[in-house]
DNA sequence: TACATTTTAGGTCATTTGACCAATTTATTG
DNA sequence: CAATAAATTGGTCAAATGACCTAAAATGTA
C-alpha cells in the first residue's frame, strides 16, 4: 500500500469510527482531520467536501461487508455437509443484535443516510442485491429452489438485527424455528 | 386541544418533517422555529433543548405507529375469517419497501439516532415490544402457537423494509411464500 | 382592577463549520 | 541538478448554531 492509500486508508478509518460512535451529525471535516491528525486543508486536498469523504467512506464500508461475507460463506467445495448445518452455522453467524454490534451501527447510520442521498441508496441496494446472489449460489448446490431460501431468511436476519431483542425466544429457539421451517418448505 | 398543545403539536409536526426530508444533521432549533413561525426563544421555552425536542418527536411518532397499528389490525371479534386470509391482509398493509415510505424514513432517523441515546433506544424496544404482544394477542383466537407465528413474521417483515428491493421475488410471491410457510409449520 | 404566570420578542455571544487562499515543503521526473 | 507536480501548512471569512438574557405582551386569576 503506497503512502497516499495508506493516508486515505486512515482517513476513512477515521471517518467511520466517527460516523459509528458520534452520527452523521458529529461527522465534520475538522474532526476528522484531528483524529487522522493531519491539517483540515491536506484531508481537502484528499476528499474535496465532507460528501465526498461520505461516499468514500460507505463504499468502503460494504467492500469490508463483502469481503466479510466471502470468507465467511463456507467454500462450495465442501459439499458434504448437510444442508441444515449449513443453515445453522450461517444462522449463527448472520443473527445479530443490532445494539451490541458495531458494524450495526455503521449500517443504521447509512441506511438513515441513504434516504436522502441517492448515490449512497445505490450502494445499499447493490450490495443487497449481491449479498443475494452469493448466498443464492452458495445454496444451489443443496437445493433446487436456493431462491426460496434466501427470500425467506435474508428478511429475516436483516429484520433480526433491528427488533430481535424485543422477540419472545432466544437466538437459539429463532435459529430452531428458522432451520425447521426452511427444510419444512423445501420439502413441500 | 388547548392552544399551548396546538402548538406543541405543530411543533413536533415541522420537526417530523425536517428530520424526514433533512435528517438529524439539518435539525437546528432555529429551523424548527422558523417553519413553525414561531421565535427561537419561544420555541426554546416549550423545549428546553435539541434533546428535549428530538425525544418529545419521536415519542409522538411511535404513538403515532401505535394508533395506526391497533386500527389496522383486525378487531377480535371478526373471527370468522380463516388464519390464512388474516395473514394475507396483515402482510399486505405490513410489507412496505423502506424507500418509498415516509413513515420509514422516519424510522431510519430513530433508529439512527438510538444507537447513542439510550432513551431513544427504550422507547424503540418498547415499540416493538408491545408490537409483538399485540400480534400474539390477534393470532392467539387462531392458533395455540401465536409466539411462534409472530417470531416468524415481525423480523420478516421489519427486514423486507430494508432490503426488499434487493429480493428476487414480487411482493405477491414474497407473501404467497410466507403465508405457505407458517401453514406448513403450525401444521407440524 | 391588580397581580402573578405564561408566552412572545429581540438580541448578544462564543463556537463550530465549510469554503477558500497563499505559501511552503516534499516527491518525482526529465 | 532543475523543473514540475503532489502534498502539506497556516490562516481568513462568512454563515450557522446553541445557549443565554432581558423586557414586553398576553393571559389567567384573585
Known sequence: MGKREEKIASIIQHTTRLLVHEGVGGLSMRRVADLAEIRLSNLQYYFKDREALLKATVAHYFEQCKTDVLQSLPSSDTKE?????????????????????????????IWALST????IAALVKEYYQHYCQWL???????????????????????????????????????????VKTVLVVIDQ
Open 136 to 178: 443464492v449460489q452458495l445454496m444451489a448446490s443443496y437445493t433446487p429452489q436456493p431462491q426460496l431460501i434466501v427470500s425467506l431468511l435474508m428478511p429475516y436476519v436483516e429484520g433480526y438485527s433491528v427488533m430481535g431483542q424485543a422477540l419472545p425466544l432466544t437466538k437459539e429457539e429463532v435459529i430452531d424455528l428458522l
Open 116 to 119: 436522502r442521498n441517492t448515490s
Open 81 to 109: 455437509i448437510k444442508l441444515e448445518s449449513l443453515l445453522r452455522e450461517t444462522l449463527q453467524k448472520g443473527l445479530v443484535l443490532g445494539d451490541t454490534n458495531e458494524q450495526c451501527a455503521m449500517f443504521r447510520e
